[in-house]
């Protein structure tokens, strides 16, 4: 089963706008990481963010983690056309046959010039 | 160039035909990974190697077999008992054994059925 759940499903913005995407997941953690995926192409991961952290910063991105509420989010600043591409979460919460990695299903972000 | 690699970029299936994808690494890791992805999903595991020679199920193993013989190749074939092949293919490997690390994908296969 998948750990990770991305809310919204899909976001629209315009340029030089906030992207916001929010992660969920059900058991503790060790850590979460961010990837994106461009249309037909394959992921790229962009943040790891420990349980003992709150906040990270990479670039225009700044990722924040509530472990009481079990809850993460990516906020992309001053977006641009180039950011449009599928957002996913991943924790290493085992919660399949397998203690690896468990992928949500993603968020769809669209930013238009 | 350091990466990932795999090959074809767009596969067909016949009925009752096994078929193969490649996947090459040169990062010299030890783990790789063979996802699966259906539009709007994520990924779902299929197989995972820790080190050469050995290689364990994941969530979604039955109707694919894969092998491990190099380290650096990790090939996985789809066989006729894959009655739903059709999907994204994704290949991944991360530095160490840990199958938590950070993970680095291949542009993947997309494989369809005539």
């Known amino acids: 089963s998948q750990q990770g759940e991305e809310d919204p499903q899909a976001l629209s913005i315009q340029e030089g706008e906030n992207a916001t995407m929010n992660c969920s997941y059900k058991t503790s953690i060790n850590n979460l990481q961010w990837y994106r995926q461009n249309s037909g192409r394959g992921l790229v991961h962009l943040i790891l963010i420990r349980s003992n952290e709150r906040e990270k910063h990479s670039g225009r991105l700044r990722v924040t983690l509530d472990t009481s509420k079990k809850s993460s989010s990516l906020l992309i600043t001053a977006s641009r056309a180039a950011d449009t591409a599928s957002y996913f979460c991943?924790?290493?919460?085992?919660?399949?046959?397998?203690?690896?990695?468990?992928f949500g299903k993603g968020t769809s972000l669209l930013v238009t010039p | 160039d350091g990466g990932i690699t795999q090959s074809p970029k767009y596969l067909f299936r016949k009925e009752g035909q096994n078929v193969t994808l490649s996947c090459e690494q040169n990062?010299?890791?030890?783990?790789m990974y063979w996802y699966r992805q259906d539009p709007g999903q994520g990924l779902r595991l299929i197989y995972y190697s820790q080190i050469v020679n050995d290689f364990q199920k994941g969530d979604i193993a039955e109707g694919y077999s894969v092998s491990r013989e190099k380290k650096e190749s990790f090939p996985l074939t789809v066989t006729s008992a894959q009655k739903n092949p059709t999907a994204f293919y994704l290949c991944?490997?991360?530095?160490?054994?840990?199958?938590?690390?950070?993970?680095?994908f291949g542009p993947g296969t997309r494989l369809l059925v005539l």
């Open positions: 990062l010299n890791h030890d783990a």
């Open positions: 991944a490997s991360s530095m160490r054994t840990d199958l938590r690390e950070t993970q680095y």
């Open positions: 991943a924790t290493d919460a085992f919660s399949g046959l397998v203690d690896a990695l468990n």
